[in-house]
């Protein structure tokens, strides 16, 4: 089983819509959670980081669920502009590594 | 103002070659990483510095040899360059060695060996 895992898509989604995409992760102990955006040909960017108690930021809701260990992505209103690859990472103190999920393309179409 | 930036941006080779990637970054972090993406796209980790000092060196042949003069530039050196070398390479930097806080990264190379 990968420690990150993705469905990769693509979603294609009408303007407007409301998209949700998860994540799921395999080790227990891990601590911190990111989503990060990446634009075709261009590299990542952080989108949000998940809050246990999950967060918001306008559009975009993020979730974590410790016992089922995933996270999720909400996108809501979507713009065409929101159509990108969606990044799942993982983070654990004990090794200092960020483990990446391999994506969620999503293809927002007018 | 770029933030992390890495040259070239595209580096098409011949395989044996040898080839260097620069990475720099002005955002005063401790620490910076090199990533590999290959075709399906998965960000994986090959290095990462902390304040000059080889933090992680995950599995990756003894070919690719990274170089940190200081802080704030990590250099990627490839020897022998095989086809299956062929991916983007990506620079990036975060303020602390723990992961915890946002990661920067730099533009990307795309290597093409021939």
């Known amino acids: 089983r990968k420690e990150v895992e993705q469905d990769p898509g693509p979603f294609n989604v009408p303007e407007g819509a409301t998209v949700a995409f998860n994540c799921t992760y395999s080790?227990?102990?891990?601590?911190?959670f990111f989503w990060y955006r990446q634009d075709c040909r261009k590299e990542p960017k952080l989108l949000m980081s998940?809050?246990?108690?999950?967060n918001e930021d306008g559009r975009f809701t993020a979730q974590l669920n410790r016992a089922s260990q995933y996270i999720s992505l909400l996108i809501r209103d979507s713009k065409l502009s929101d159509s990108a690859t969606y990044l799942c990472?993982?983070?654990?103190?004990?090794?200092?590594?960020?483990?990446w999920g391999a994506g969620t393309k999503l293809i927002i179409k007018p | 103002d770029t933030a992390v930036s890495q040259t070239p941006k595209y580096l098409v080779t011949q395989m044996g070659n040898d080839k260097s990637i620069k990475c720099e970054q002005n955002?005063?972090?401790?620490?910076m990483y090199w990533y590999k993406q290959d075709s399906k796209k998965f960000l994986k980790i090959m290095f990462s510095?902390?304040?000059?000092?080889?933090?992680i060196n995950e599995t990756v042949p003894n070919r690719f040899s990274p170089k940190s003069p200081d802080k704030a530039h990590l250099n990627l050196h490839i020897n022998s360059l095989e086809l299956g070398d062929s991916a983007v390479y990506f620079c990036?930097?975060?303020?602390?060695?723990?992961?915890?806080?946002?990661?920067?990264f730099g533009q990307g190379t795309r290597l093409t060996v021939v």
């Open positions: 990036a930097s975060s303020q602390d060695l723990g992961g915890r806080t946002e990661a920067f």
């Open positions: 955002l005063g972090h401790d620490t």
């Open positions: 510095y902390n304040n000059k000092e080889l933090i």
């Open positions: 080790n227990s102990a891990s601590q911190s």
């Open positions: 998940v809050y246990s108690s999950g």
């Open positions: 990472v993982v983070h654990m103190d004990s090794n200092y590594q960020l483990i």
